[in-house]
């Protein structure tokens, strides 16, 4: 059965760079029907997609967030990376990894079928 | 930039049919998929592909589309289905979530 496991510090100070990583288990990360990815949640607030990776590497990234954001995979441990560099208090949410269901570039059909637990990231002083 | 909107909340009496309706531009050229989020858990796919219901959800869940609007509809509401719905599309190569529609059952 598949699991995602999202793991990081859980405080982060302003300026600095936030290190998340997600553990795949059940399924490779080099399965070629799926993508993988990450989606954030402030507070009290609704679902943000922050962005998606194919383990050959490619990305796509919220255009709000691609100038500080970096998504990558490790094949050889089965892992999911994210770097959001220079974080604020508004880079404080849950953080959730996530299979992606996508046939890539031109395909209209994206949806994630599986979701880790989500780890929570608060960012501050 | 590209948005989906989705009434904030919407109430049902146990038994009966909800609707949460998710419009957007062009939204009837994309599929649109559909997410549950109970409180302090994970989002689960509800909704994928407009209308396919993925394996372990209830078929009082469906979905449908018509123009520009994609709704989810819950027959038969129990109050197991309070959560949050969310509806997602992609946009070009964007992913883009609606703001949510808390669904209270009472």
């Known amino acids: 059965q598949l699991q995602l496991q999202e793991s990081g510090p859980g405080l982060v100070k302003p300026s600095e760079t936030l290190s998340l990583t997600c553990d795949v288990s059940?399924?490779?990360?080099?399965?070629?029907?799926?993508?993988w990815g990450w989606v954030r949640q402030p507070p009290g607030k609704g679902l943000v997609w922050v962005g998606t990776?194919?383990?050959?590497?490619?990305?796509y990234y919220n255009p709000t967030l691609v100038r500080r954001v970096t998504i990558s995979v490790d094949t050889s441990r089965n892992q999911v990376s994210l770097r959001l560099r220079s974080v604020t208090a508004a880079d404080t949410a849950v953080y959730y990894c996530?299979?992606?269901?996508?046939?890539?570039?031109?395909?209209?059909?994206?949806?994630?079928?599986?979701w880790g637990k989500g780890t929570t990231v608060t960012v501050s002083s | 930039s590209y948005e989906l909107t989705q009434p904030p909340s919407v109430s049902v009496s146990p038994g009966q049919t909800a609707s949460i309706s998710c419009s957007g531009d062009e939204l009837g050229d994309q599929f649109t998929s559909w997410y549950q989020q109970k409180a302090g858990q994970s989002p689960v796919l509800v909704i994928y592909r407009d209308t396919w219901r993925p394996s372990g959800i209830p078929e009082r869940f469906s979905g449908s589309t018509s123009g520009n609007t994609a709704t989810l509809t819950i027959s038969g509401t129990q109050t197991v289905d309070e959560a949050d719905y969310y509806c997602?599309?992609?946009?070009?190569?964007?992913?883009?979530f609606g703001g949510g529609t808390k669904l209270t059952v009472l």
């Open positions: 059940g399924d490779s990360i080099r399965n070629r029907d799926y993508y």
């Open positions: 990776v194919y383990w050959s590497g490619t990305t």
């Open positions: 996530a299979r992606i269901y996508y046939y890539g570039l031109g395909s209209r059909l994206y949806f994630m079928d599986v």
């Open positions: 997602q599309t992609l946009y070009s190569t964007t992913v883009i």
